[in-house]
């Protein structure tokens, strides 16, 4: 339970962290800010779509 707590803990702190570093570049330059975003998302994307495949790949099935 407490490992839980402080990974969501770690998770929300992160968070804010990007949030503040968005907003103080958007107040530098907006179109910045808003390609930091887009490449966040868009490798996130990737990411997860390796990591899915790599885990049905294991386990044979999607996951639950």
Same mark, same amino acid.
């Given at each position: 339970?407490?490992?839980q707590y402080m990974e969501t803990m770690a998770g929300f %702190? &992160?968070?804010t962290?990007? &949030?503040a570093i968005v907003v103080a570049l958007w107040n530098y330059h907006p179109l %910045?800010?808003?390609? &930091?975003v887009a490449a966040l998302l868009v490798g996130g994307m990737i990411f997860e779509r390796r990591y899915e495949r790599?885990?049905?790949a294991k386990h044979g099935r999607d996951r639950p």
């Open positions: 339970m407490f490992k %702190a &992160l968070i962290v990007f &949030l %910045a800010a808003g390609a &930091l790599r885990w049905q």
